[in-house]
């Protein structure tokens, strides 16, 4: 089992639609995947009750600290688990980072974004010292074709990876929540992204 979170303090970066359309993509090619939703929004969670069914994706709700312990037992009989994480940091990060094989932080492309993430990454770095989580890995989501260099080397240089193919801004991304499926090539961006 591969546990993988969408994670960023700051709201509206693409954390629920990314992780949603990672699942989807996921079981589209027959994998077992469990959506988990880990923010009390329930952006996830409420997704799952309505279509998860439909793209057999499985959906879960664990917003408390601790994940890493609870995993095992929410992970059972499961390929994948992608977590949907809260625009928030609190303990719950911290078991959100632990129980993660991959950790995936969207960004747009814009300074606040930006601003926000040098928190997340000290916290990730911290745990990443002491063999506790992994490093994470940025990605741009709704690029609309600005310049990315000012982007990059900011990230850069915070030490964290960048992917590098940028997710565009799309409106099957926000389909997604009317029960639409990704378009090939966008379930496709978001495997190559996993797979990273
Ligand atoms: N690549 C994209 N193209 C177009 N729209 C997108 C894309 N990614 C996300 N969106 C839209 O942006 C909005 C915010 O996305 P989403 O709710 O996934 O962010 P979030 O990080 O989970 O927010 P929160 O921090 O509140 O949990 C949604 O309306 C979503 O449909
Ligand atoms: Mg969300």
Known sequence: MKAVSFLHQKGGTGKSTLAIGAATALA????????????HQGTSAEW???FGHGFKVSTGAHVQPGLEDALEGL?????????DGPPSLSSITEGILRASN???????PAPPDLWALPWLAAIAEKLRREGRGPRPLVVVNMHQGEPLEPVL??????QLPTHPQPLPAHPAFPALFEGHALPEHLAKLLLDLLLD
């Not at 992970?75 to 977590?83: L, T």
């Not at 080397?153 to 915070?158: D, H, R, V």
Request: no cysteine.
């Open 153 to 158: 080397a900011e990230i850069a240089e915070l």
């Open 48 to 50: 799952g009750n309505r």
């Open 75 to 83: 992970a059972r009989d499961q390929d994948w688990v992608i977590i």
């Open 102 to 108: 991959k950790v995936i932080i969207p960004v747009r």
């Open 28 to 39: 589209a090619r027959g994998e077992r995947v469990l959506l988990l939703d880990a923010d």
